[in-house]
């Protein structure tokens, strides 16, 4: 009998220990919910305080904040990134998760709210006893009309245009304003720069921060505040706009808020040549783009002046990326052949587009078909036009062969070169795509007209 007393009486202790312990574990998971539960009341804006829950229920203290837009996907993507900073902290402290000394705190800040984007920052800090306080940051960014978080890639027509544009700006821009603070090495890194190299971003009304991992431009962080309106053309039209809301001021490192001066690279004791594209922009001119801003090289652009405004992107990233753009008349007409009236037409309204589009004035003048009398170039002169021929025509339109045209370019490449090509004709980029990095390899400096001017 007495021993199946004591039997009985342990299966009893038994049963209440798993109840306490059922009992504690439900305790500990309501206290969770309730610390990150958003609240019912408060604006827009507002931000849900929640008081640590009481020691005799739970010893770890917790003080959460996030912001609640009454957006319900995006308050609900927020309400799960607190719920798993929690959870992962709890989890990290195993048996010492009831040690009421061990506290955790997840403050925010709203960097930018406005009609159709947020860009939020998290502040975490951990507090466990024998540690360091262990600090570390988060940002997250939502497009509030789509309901959803944003990354930096989703901005971007595509990731190859986005590091081209960003790496070519910061690289142009560090040569001019920081030519000291940095390495050679660190300079050559901006070539192959990529999207992995930026650890956050934000939105501002007309600026695009980015935060620079370490190691790019040297051991720490940095700060980089692009104007939106350098990147036109490479941002998705959606995400170009000013977004007409509250920003907190950031302190950037550097501040990008003009195109700067490509870095004056030419050496005048190395040969030169200057590609030329005529009859564009086209629907391969960015192709042609690409390649030029690959290979760190400069082109000149003679556009046609109705085909502008159509492609009024193309045509203002010709000038943000370093390379020129001359006047080809408005209609490709043969200026010896036109009236009076119909030349001031040609000429003037193709320089009037041309700056409307670009902000950008040409001072060179290719006439079509090299036409050219005394009396239309005493007239170039009144409109500060320079006439701008060629010394090597590739006659592409002619042999509209991708392989000929290579081998015409190469072979027919000497220092001083001016080649007519036309960047109308897929065949006729697809040779200068291979062409570019080779010439580059036999030593030429691909530059503008002007710079071809300057120099020879």
Known sequence: ???????????????????????????????????????????????????????????????????????????????????????????????????????????????????????????????????????????????????????????????????????????????????????????????????????????????????????????????VAIKRSLLDGVLKPEYGKNDKGKDIPVAASYVITERPRPANQIDPNQKMLALTFDDGPGNYTDRVLDALKRNRARGTFFVIGRQVAGRAGTVKRTVNEGNEIGNHSWNHASLPLVSREQLKHEVEDTQKVIYDVAGYTPVLMRPPYGAINPDIAVYLQTQHLQPALWNVDTEDWRYPDAQAMYDRVMQSARDGSVILLHDIHPTSVEAVERAIPELIKQGYQLVTMSQLEQYR
Request: hydrophobic share 40%; net charge positive.
């Open 1 to 223: 009998m007495r021993r199946t007393i004591v039997y009985h009486a342990k299966k009893h202790l038994s049963l209440i220990a798993w109840m306490l312990i059922i009992s504690v574990t439900l305790l500990v998971g309501i206290c969770v919910y309730l610390a990150i539960a958003p609240a019912k009341s408060g604006g827009p804006t507002a931000t849900t305080k929640v008081v640590s829950p009481p020691v005799s229920v739970v010893a770890n203290h917790y003080n959460i904040d996030y912001p609640i837009f009454y957006n319900t996907k995006v308050d609900s993507l927020l309400k799960d990134y607190a719920s798993d900073q929690v959870a992962a902290f709890v989890n990290s402290l195993g048996k010492d998760r009831y040690d009421p000394r061990n506290r955790m705190t997840l403050e925010c800040s709203l960097l930018h709210y406005g009609s159709q984007f947020a860009t939020v920052l998290f502040i975490q800090r951990e507090y466990v006893v024998g540690s360091a306080v262990k600090a570390s940051n988060a940002q997250m960014t939502f497009d509030l009309k789509a309901q959803k978080k944003i990354e930096l890639k989703d901005l971007f027509v595509s990731d190859s245009d986005a590091q081209l544009a960003i790496g070519v700006l910061l690289y142009d821009y560090l040569k001019q304003y920081a030519p000291h603070e940095f390495s050679q090495e660190q300079f050559s890194k901006l070539s192959q720069f990529t999207l992995a190299d930026i650890q956050d971003f934000s939105f501002g009304n007309e600026t695009l921060t980015l935060s620079v991992k370490p190691g790019v431009l040297g051991d720490k962080t940095r700060l």
